[in-house]
């Protein structure tokens, strides 16, 4: 038996097979990517912006119910009597409360008319 030397393909011999190989590899890579990394990037993506919009809007809604509060009581310690008319605060915050409670609770289904 003769040693035989197996040379490479060469652009002259024969069709490149390297290059359809690579473009193969591509056309898989990327239709990978777009089955599974974009989806999760998605929801990533979702859930860091979710996540900052609750971190800054949470202490926002309790900055802004304090204010409320701290406003009903001074303009109910403006009426006239004793200074201690704390309890009109509370009725008046409680009063909005149910009032918002309400209205969220008639908004909670569509209305299919």
Not at 22 to 43: F, G, H, M, Q, Y
């Amino acid at each position: 038996m003769q040693n035989e030397r197996h040379e490479p393909n060469t652009p002259a011999d024969g069709p490149a097979w390297t290059s359809d190989v690579a473009d193969r590899i591509e056309v898989t890579v990327a239709s990978v990517r777009e089955r599974v990394v974009d989806p999760v990037r998605k929801l990533t993506k979702g859930l860091v912006f979710g996540t900052l919009a609750v971190g800054f809007a949470a202490p926002a809604v309790v900055m802004a119910a304090v204010m409320i509060f701290r406003s009903f009581i001074f303009l109910a310690n403006l009426l006239p009597g004793k200074d201690d008319n704390a309890w009109m605060a509370w009725d008046l915050f409680g009063l909005m409360l149910v009032a918002v409670g309400w209205f969220l609770f008639a908004k909670r289904y569509r209305r299919t008319n």
